[in-house]
């Protein structure tokens, strides 16, 4: 038997660990100290009971003999896949029910669609990028190019058409920056992957974030995408569903490579690897998309795009440059004179007691970088604020 050695290539110290244990060191060292928490990409408000009573509902289904679920359609009930077409259709797009698949999360479909596709791929990633893109990337054995973000490009890469690429990542609004791509920088995504003959991978994860209504929500308002790119959501942060799970991933049935429907591809996969997400939580998944639901989640989607506000502004008071909180729930701040991402985070936690996330650790072009998440509660951000603008 011989192990995955591409597995191996991987650093054993996933970012959000290293952070994790960090804070726990830092914790058992300071007894009954503050910790004022900004790194975790969890939510913190509770579920509205709009959507909870709709689980409830559901769970009383499965308790008499007439309503009991059993298997689903793997792919999603039919009510939720209509409920989630017609969330994209309203915005204008053509998504036919029939080209969603629900899952249990964007991060599981991200590292599965890889099944899909030949190891000789090459993959082109944005840098700073979320960490699955790349891990997962690697231990499917795939080489791996960037394209940098910058302060100059406002951590927007766009294509290079010297360079060749098969499979293309792109998340806006972006974790861990918080930019987000206009639909002029898409389309010139859009026709260097068809130039290129490759496929995009739109992580649209924070797309109910976004403030700014010129900003595109989807790949697909851009025209051709429907022929180069399948995208992947999540109601982790649109409705706090981190600890209930439930996402998923449009693949349009025009996607057609190497003689292959992906569409055709991913069923089977899904068909295969995959019983279905739970009776109960597509249920209430398909609350939140009624008009009463979407209210509710939007609710808790100000709230923390207020606390992005009051980290921004107080950065911005301590004349410090930062990208993204206006239309993401994070805000990059550039670490003052040059300082090591890690040694900064250190600095914040043990001076002041305030945890962010390295940005070293989302890659190279995040070195210098800090991300501040504005999951957390009120009270832990204005106390944060209050020591970020003296910084």
């Known amino acids: 038997m011989k192990v995955n050695h591409h597995a191996l290539e991987l650093e054993q110290n996933y970012l959000f660990s290293e952070v994790a244990r960090r804070i726990r060191t830092f914790q058992a060292e300071n007894p009954g100290r503050e910790l004022l928490k900004l790194s975790i990409g ?3 408000r509770p579920l509205s009971p709009i959507i909870t009573e709709e689980m409830k509902a559901a769970a009383e289904e499965m308790a008499h003999a007439e309503t009991f679920h059993g298997y689903g359609a793997e792919q999603g009930e039919a009510f939720l896949r209509e ?4 969330y994209y259709q309203q915005r204008g797009m053509d998504i036919a029910a029939e080209d969603v698949f629900v899952s249990d999360g964007a991060k599981c479909d991200l590292g599965n669609l890889c099944d899909l596709f030949d190891s ?7 840098n700073p990028v979320y960490p699955v893109y790349y891990d997962t990337s690697i231990m499917a054995g795939r080489r791996v190019i960037f394209a940098d973000g910058t302060k100059e490009n406002g951590f927007l890469p766009m294509p290079d058409a010297s360079i060749q690429a098969d499979l293309i990542y792109l998340c806006s609004p972006n974790n861990p920056t918080g930019a987000v791509y206009n639909k002029a920088q898409l ?4 026709a260097y992957a068809q130039a290129q003959g490759a496929l995009i991978l739109f992580d649209a994860a924070y797309e109910a974030y976004i403030r700014d209504p010129a900003l595109p929500h ?3 308002e851009i025209p051709g995408a429907e022929t180069c ?7 982790s942060k649109t409705a706090g569903f981190t600890g209930v799970r439930c996402g998923w991933t449009v693949v349009p049935r025009t996607l057609q490579f190497d003689g292959a429907s992906l569409h055709d591809m991913w069923f089977r996969r899904m068909a295969t690897k995959y019983n279905g997400t739970s009776y109960i939580i597509q249920c209430a998944a398909a609350k939140v998309f009624t008009p009463e639901g979407l209210h509710a989640v939007r609710q808790d989607i100000h709230y923390y795009m207020e606390n992005a506000r009051i ?8 004349g410090i440059h930062s990208v993204g909180g206006e239309n993401a729930p994070y805000v990059w701040m550039q670490c003052p004179e040059q300082a090591d991402s890690w040694a900064y985070f250190d600095h914040l936690l043990h001076a002041f007691g305030i945890a962010g996330t ?3 650790g989302f890659g190279t072009a995040g070195q210098g970088w800090l991300r501040f998440s504005s999951f957390g509660t009120r009270e832990t951000v204005e106390k944060a604020a209050a020591y970020l603008e003296r910084l």
């Open 42 to 44: 969890d939510v913190t």
């Open 218 to 220: 989807s790949i697909f």
């Open 229 to 235: 790119a399948i995208e992947i959501n999540s109601l």
């Open 120 to 126: 000789d791929n090459t993959v082109l990633l944005p």
């Open 311 to 318: 980290i921004k502004e107080a950065l911005n008071r301590a």
């Open 358 to 360: 390295p940005g070293a």
């Open 187 to 190: 389309a010139e995504w859009i």
């Open 83 to 86: 409920a989630i077409a017609g």
